[in-house]
Nanobody
Framework: VQLVESGGGSVEAGRSLRLSCSAS????????MAWFRQAPGKEREGVAS???????KYADSVKGRFTISRIDSENTVHLQMNSLIPEDTAMYYC???????????????WGQGTQVTVS
């Protein structure tokens, strides 16, 4: 199982970014997928998750601004991030697991991360 994130970058507050997670070695629709983030000196935080049947959940801090989606034909998961604020600055990680959760301990496979910086 391999997860590769892309799409991070540096943007001004109020702008948007779309993160992508490409999976290989398994089918994303058979797992719960999630995006986490970790800022320097802080714990890893669950941002958004999508269950195997397509249900979603979000951290309160990103509700209404971020959207998680899955494209089964491409075996990818995306995180559309709108109205970015400086507090969104962090390394963002894609993860796969068997439990639909925003808690990192429930996820077995992780990507290397992509940096998002909002100024």
């Amino acid at each position: 199982v391999q997860l590769v994130e892309s799409g991070g970058g540096s943007v001004e507050a109020g702008r948007s970014l779309r993160l992508s997670c490409s999976a290989s070695g398994y089918t994303v629709s058979s797992y719960c997928m999630a995006w986490f983030r970790q800022a320097p000196g802080k714990e890893r935080e669950g941002v958004a998750s999508i269950g195997s049947v397509g249900t979603t959940k979000y951290a309160d801090s990103v509700k209404g601004r971020f959207t998680i989606s899955r494209i089964d034909s491409e075996n990818t998961v995306h995180l559309q991030m709108n109205s970015l604020i400086p507090e969104d600055t962090a390394m963002y990680y894609c993860a796969a697991g068997r439990t639909w959760s925003l808690r990192p301990q429930w996820y077995d496979y992780w990507g290397q991360g992509t940096q998002v910086t909002v100024s």
